[in-house]
T-cell receptor, first 110, second 114 residues
Framework: RKEVEQDPGPFNVPEGATVAFNCTYS??????FFWYRQDCRKEPKLLMS???SGNEDGRFTAQLNRASQYISLLIRDSKLSDSATYLC???????????FGQGTTLQVKP | DVKVTQSSRYLVKRTGEKVFLECVQD?????MFWYRQDPGLGLRLIYF???????EKGDIPEGYSVSREKKERFSLILESASTNQTSMYLC?????????????FGSGTRLTVV
C-alpha cells in the first residue's frame, strides 16, 4: 500500500463548480500536511498547509481528519486557471521526510 | 522569496556517462532534497541532507549519490547513467526548524539518457 494515496482523476468540471479532492495517508505518525499545485511541466508549488482545525485561503479550504487519516481540498467557484495537478504531501514525525501522493488532475472547462 | 535554482532545465546524456545535477538555494535552509518524478509514480525521494556533509538515503537511492560540501549547494550524481534514469529531477529545500514547513522546489531538470 502506498504511504500517501490520491485518486488521479482527471476531474473535469465546469467553471463555477465546487470540487473536492481527498488524500489518504497510512503512517499514523504523520504530523504535517500540505497541498501543492503543479502546472504542466513545472515544479510543484506550495498551495497551502493543512492545519488540524481546518483552514481557508480564499476559494480554497483544506481539512484534516486524523481519525480516518485523510486530508481534503475543496475548491469553490472553479476558474479556468485552477486547471492543474494537485498533490498532497505528508511529513511523518518518525521519518521527517515529505512524501507525496501521485496527484489529482483537475480540468476546468468553460 | 526562497529561490532554489537548478543548473540545467534540459539535459541529454549517453548511457554510462557520469552526470552531475546541481542545486543551489539562497535562503540559508538547512534541509535539501532530491526527488525524481515519473508519470504514474509521482515524486519519489532519492536522497536528502539536513546539514553540510551529511546525507541520508531516500526511498530510491540506487544508482545515485549526493554531495553537500556547502550549505547552499546539493549535488546529485548519477555514477553511470542508464536509460531508466530518464526522468524529471526536482531539488527542494526547507528550513531546519521542525517538520512544519513545506518545501520549496527548483524548476526541475528534465534528463534524457540515450
Amino acid at each position: 500500500r502506498k504511504e500517501v494515496e490520491q485518486d488521479p482523476g482527471p476531474f473535469n468540471v465546469p467553471e463555477g463548480a465546487t470540487v473536492a479532492f481527498n488524500c489518504t495517508y497510512s503512517n499514523s505518525a504523520s504530523q504535517s500536511f500540505f497541498w501543492y499545485r503543479q502546472d504542466c511541466r513545472k515544479e510543484p508549488k506550495l498551495l497551502m498547509s493543512v492545519y488540524s482545525s481546518g483552514n481557508e485561503d480564499g476559494r480554497f479550504t483544506a481539512q484534516l481528519n486524523r481519525a480516518s487519516q485523510y486530508i481534503s481540498l475543496l475548491i469553490r467557484d472553479s476558474k479556468l486557471s485552477d486547471s492543474a495537478t494537485y498533490l498532497c504531501a505528508v511529513i511523518a514525525s518518525n521519518t521527517g521526510k515529505l512524501i507525496f501522493g501521485q496527484g489529482t488532475t483537475l480540468q476546468v472547462k468553460p | 522569496d526562497v529561490k532554489v535554482t537548478q543548473s540545467s532545465r534540459y539535459l541529454v546524456k549517453r548511457t554510462g556517462e557520469k552526470v552531475f545535477l546541481e542545486c543551489v538555494q539562497d535562503m540559508d535552509h538547512e534541509n535539501m532534497f532530491w526527488y525524481r518524478q515519473d508519470p504514474g509514480l509521482g515524486l519519489r525521494l532519492i536522497y536528502f541532507s539536513y546539514d553540510v556533509k551529511m546525507k541520508e538515503k531516500g526511498d530510491i537511492p540506487e544508482g545515485y549519490s549526493v554531495s553537500r560540501e556547502k550549505k547552499e549547494r546539493f549535488s546529485l550524481i548519477l555514477e553511470s547513467a542508464s536509460t531508466n534514469q530518464t526522468s524529471m529531477y526536482l531539488c527542494a529545500s526547507s528550513p531546519g526548524q521542525g517538520t512544519f514547513y513545506g518545501y520549496t522546489f527548483g524548476s526541475g531538470t528534465r534528463l534524457t539518457v540515450v
